[in-house]
């Protein structure tokens, strides 16, 4: 079966340090993977998007970056973190084999900032 | 866990009784919608999901209902445990989208013992 881990679980970091969250998916190839973020008590904003090793779409303008070095890796990078990046990061996955899957989450990293 | 609760819709329902979430989508070419359930510190968990071309489809214990004549989505929990007390969150997905989902704001589900 298909599982997908993202690490670290919580990270305390300070305003202008770098940031880099890794997410693996195991049990599926070529998953079309997917980084978000949730403001406290608010839905799921997308932020990245990648439907292959190297290929990246960004949702909305901001101070992150996300890439795909191996299949079933999707890493969100900062090269400054700010204060306004604090939040719950979560990555998913869904099958490209059929249209209208389901995407499927891992546990989040809760990132503030300090 | 998360900080939820600040903005989000609250459902109270006795343990024992049915729930009923509710959403209203907002595109009225989305083609595809999926239910989801966050507890406090997790990531969301799909319950289930529904194509446009069904209005209603059921699974253990919930059931979904789509009425795409006023863009409404309903979550019918039946017999609601301890257990289903989370955040609920609607999806939808908009055809020329391609495979990413849009989600609503949630709805929080306390079940009373």
């Known amino acids: 079966s298909q599982t997908i881990h993202q690490w670290p679980a919580t990270l305390v970091q300070p305003v202008g340090s770098p940031l880099s969250l890794e997410c693996t998916v195991e049990g599926t190839s070529n998953p079309n993977l997917y980084w978000y973020r949730q403001a406290a008590g608010r839905g799921l904003q997308l932020l990245f998007y990648s439907v292959g090793i190297g290929q990246i779409s960004s949702e909305v303008p901001q101070n992150l970056s996300a890439s795909r070095p191996q299949d079933r890796q999707f890493i969100l990078s900062s090269k400054k973190l700010l204060l306004s990046d604090s939040g719950f990061y979560l990555c998913?996955?869904?099958?490209?084999?059929?249209?209208?899957?389901?995407?499927?989450f891992g546990d989040g990293t809760r990132l503030s900032i300090l | 866990g998360e900080n939820v609760g600040l903005h989000l819709p609250t459902l109270s329902v006795q343990e024992g009784d049915n729930s009923i979430i509710n959403c209203a989508y907002s595109?009225?070419?989305?083609?595809?919608f999926i239910w989801y359930k966050q507890e406090s510190g997790k990531g969301p968990q799909f319950i289930i999901d529904i194509r446009s071309n069904m209005d209603k489809r059921q699974g253990q214990r919930v059931t979904v209902l789509l009425n795409k004549t006023v863009k409404h989505l309903s979550l019918q929990i039946a017999a609601t445990q301890p257990g289903d007390s989370a955040v609920y969150f609607c999806?939808?997905?908009?055809?020329?989208?391609?495979?990413?989902?849009?989600f609503g704001a949630g709805t929080i589900l306390r079940v009373k013992s």
């Open positions: 998913a996955w869904s099958d490209p084999t059929y249209s209208n899957q389901p995407q499927h």
């Open positions: 595109n009225s070419a989305s083609d595809y």
């Open positions: 999806a939808e997905n908009p055809m020329e989208y391609g495979n990413k989902l849009v």
